[in-house]
């Protein structure tokens, strides 16, 4: 695997410092944000709801219009201030920080973490944490959903991956990774090339498998009560390239 220059620096704001400008624009967001509030609401309950990565609002705004007290977590102040800039965006509660450290207070009767933000934190230490956390401000009959990737270790050759994907009429976004099977993680860039130049927004990530993710709940009281193929409820097999996993305390 090719190694990352030691003057490299990333911490949990990074990627979102370096895309909020952009972030509601990105074309590989999903198209699933109706569905996915769905979901959301209907293991809410009542409420509240907390957010792990709530970013510019993109789940967190639909579900606060539907009536839900919803709290949130991120890491960057940029990202936050997207959020702040949209209507309703000023009402809805941040704290600033990781979310490992789950530094709330008050109990929720659904917590979540969608598209692949739990990968955000950088250690297996990290993200047992967070769901520990997790477990201290769930309600006694609350959920905790994840949305995240299965991981696919044949998208590298040899420790890397450049690929193409988006191309524009006069843009291309490219992505470009090295792969440390060990420590599970995967450093990228994904680069912006236009007529007038290139951008460069890193993105690390530490990922886990759906099993690991499982035994995290276990170790944090939890357990698994569903998961599925997305946030439609399709079915969850060998062949999902995606999961929506949803947690409640062992009883």
Not at 67 to 88: C, E, N, Q, T
Not at 231 to 245: L, N
Request: net charge neutral; aromatic share 10%.
């Amino acid at each position: 695997m090719g190694a990352r220059n030691s003057t490299y620096s990333y911490d949990p704001a990074t990627y979102g410092e370096r895309i909020a400008d952009v972030y509601d624009d990105w074309p590989r967001l999903p198209a699933t944000g109706e569905r996915a509030v769905e979901f959301l609401a209907a293991a809410a309950g009542r409420g509240p709801i907390l957010e792990l990565g709530i970013g510019t609002g993109r789940l967190a705004l639909p579900l606060a219009n539907r009536g839900f007290a919803v709290h949130g977590i991120d890491a960057s102040p940029a990202m936050v201030a997207r959020l702040r800039a949209k209507p309703g965006g000023d009402r809805i509660p941040v704290t600033l920080g990781n979310f490992a450290e789950m530094a709330v207070s008050g109990r929720f009767s659904l917590i979540f973490v969608a598209f692949n933000t739990f990968f955000g934190l950088q250690s297996q230490e990290d993200q047992v944490r967070c769901f520990n956390g997790v477990a201290d401000h769930l309600t006694d009959d609350g959920a905790f959903v994840i949305e995240a990737f299965v991981p696919d270790v044949s998208r590298f050759t040899q420790g890397q991956r450049v690929g193409v994907t988006h191309v524009g009429g006069n843009v291309v976004h490219l992505e470009c990774s090295v792969h440390d099977p060990v420590a599970q993680q995967v450093h990228s860039h994904q680069i912006v090339i236009t007529d007038g130049g290139a951008k460069l927004y890193p993105v690390d990530i530490r990922y886990a498998w759906p099993s690991e993710l499982d035994l995290m709940a276990r170790l944090a009281g939890l357990r698994r009560r569903e998961r599925w193929g997305g946030w439609s409820r399709e079915p969850f097999g060998a062949a999902s390239g995606a999961h929506v996993s949803v947690y409640e305390r062992a009883r």
